[in-house]
């Protein structure tokens, strides 16, 4: 099977809706994944700006979006040692998070006091985790350690079925974390998802009966520049190439 990892458009956080460049993202994202087959469910985030980028897709395919409020973004709000900043979990300075060990273990960066000044993040990442496991699970693939246990006895019965997921950069992160064994630090502070970029990740069945997940593409923008629409900088500290 495939998943697919949508980021909602240019933000107005605000109002937790779009700007007009991301109103402009959402409907050069909807001709991109209008054209795509065997699109089986779509799931959305609570928040506005999320809906509001899946809405110009849902219209052009017919179709309507589970909602679950674990795919929020993952806004477990901390105090940042080193500047004060009072906000996401993420955006340390290098010097503060690269110096402990922990922060690259896929277990223990929960456990650093930094992370466990918010005694509701330990719990909302668990909660992610079983809610995308939850989502796999009805398509028959039950993680078992670092990998999944599936159904498939001979040829994988769902290795064309696709699920979307459109929601934010900090909740993708941890659905990634977990799917790929990893800590969710590490994509936070290493990888950038820009508004309205698509991340994709199939199931590998090898062997018959055991699969992982692999990631295909991450942060694709392609839909934006075949339109003309420079990329967002939106939660990014540098420029982003636009090549």
């Given at each position: 099977m495939r998943i697919i990892f949508i980021r909602h458009g240019d933000p107005d956080y605000q109002h937790d809706s779009l700007t007009e460049k991301g109103?402009?993202?959402?409907?050069?994202?909807?001709?991109?994944?209008?054209?795509?087959?065997?699109?089986?469910?779509?799931?959305?985030?609570?928040?506005?700006r999320a809906q509001e980028t899946a809405s110009y897709s849902l219209a052009r395919l017919g179709r309507e979006a589970v909602t679950y409020p674990w795919l929020q973004e993952f806004a477990y709000m901390i105090d940042d040692p080193?500047?004060?900043?009072h906000g996401v979990p993420w955006d340390f300075m290098p010097e503060y998070w690269t110096e402990m060990e922990e922060m690259y273990d896929k277990k223990e960066w929960k456990n650093t006091q930094i992370y466990r000044s918010n005694p509701e993040l330990a719990p909302a990442y668990d909660e992610v985790c079983a809610g995308i496991d939850g989502i796999l699970a009805k398509y028959g693939y039950q993680k078992h350690h670092n990998f999944y246990v599936t159904e498939h006895k001979e040829t994988p019965k769902q290795q064309n079925e696709t699920i979307i997921f459109f929601c934010h950069l900090g909740v993708t992160c941890v659905m990634l974390s977990h799917l790929l064994g990893i800590s969710p630090v590490v994509l936070f502070h290493g990888f950038y998802l820009a508004p309205t970029s698509i991340t994709v990740l199939a199931a590998e069945e090898r062997m018959p009966g055991k699969a992982v997940f692999r990631v295909q593409s991450m942060g694709d923008t392609a839909h934006l520049m075949q339109g003309g629409e420079p990329v967002s900088a939106a939660g990014y500290f540098t420029d982003v190439f636009l090549g």
């Open positions: 109103r402009r993202e959402a409907a050069l994202l909807s001709e991109r994944v209008s054209s795509w087959e065997n699109i089986t469910e779509i799931f959305c985030s609570p928040l506005g080193t500047t004060g900043r």
